[in-house]
């Protein structure tokens, strides 16, 4: 199944914890997001994609049991769950076993073809491997599919956030020096 077959599942008030959790996840924020998940998932045990985004957090950590034995007890329920295949994928990657890492994204992309970070991981191997055009052809794919999970918001632009307006006057006062010192 999909994440959003699950996030139907979640009354209004738990889909907004788990969007809390994923956004700090999404930040960077490792520490807060674990702290949170686990007591998401106190009230939810098995919501799958929060047990997949706290097998995330185990990678991040380097504690590849812990994530496989998440990421094991979400496929023994839902063996067709794409982002779980796609982190075993990364898990052996980060072993270093690029085979079985592409054979299990290439699962990934067969149960769910239009999960995107699957076409994006294969992709980088190809790269990483030197198989140009096949790395080329899975990182298009990733990008027509959409593999990141930031998206820009329509009423928050990114010109309203001063760090973004910081680079670009930075951005700007560098090309004026250049201008008067080249001239």
Avoid: W
Wanted: overall charge positive; glycine content about 4%; aromatic content about 12%.
């Amino acid at each position: 199944m999909e994440e959003s077959y699950y996030k139907k599942q979640l009354t209004e008030e738990n889909a907004e914890e788990y969007k809390k959790c994923v956004d700090l996840l999404e930040r960077g924020e490792i520490k807060k997001a674990s702290k949170r998940l686990k007591k998401f998932l106190q009230k939810k045990s098995n919501f799958f994609p929060a047990l997949n985004k706290m097998a995330v957090i185990h990678i991040y950590q380097k504690d590849f049991n812990q994530a496989e034995k998440l990421l094991n007890k979400i496929l023994n329920q839902d063996p067709d769950y794409a982002p779980a295949i796609t982190n075993l994928g990364s898990i052996a990657r980060e072993k270093g076993d690029l085979e079985k890492a592409k054979k299990l994204y290439k699962k990934a992309i067969k149960v769910n073809e239009d999960y995107g970070p699957a076409y994006n991981n294969l992709g980088v191997i190809y790269r990483e491997e030197g198989n140009y055009s096949e790395s080329v052809k899975y990182l298009k794919k990733a990008r027509k599919k959409g593999s990141f999970s930031y998206k820009l918001s329509e009423d928050k632009p990114f010109y309203k956030n001063r760090g973004c307006l910081f680079v670009v006057f930075l951005a700007v006062v560098l090309i004026t020096v250049l201008y008067f010192i080249l001239t």
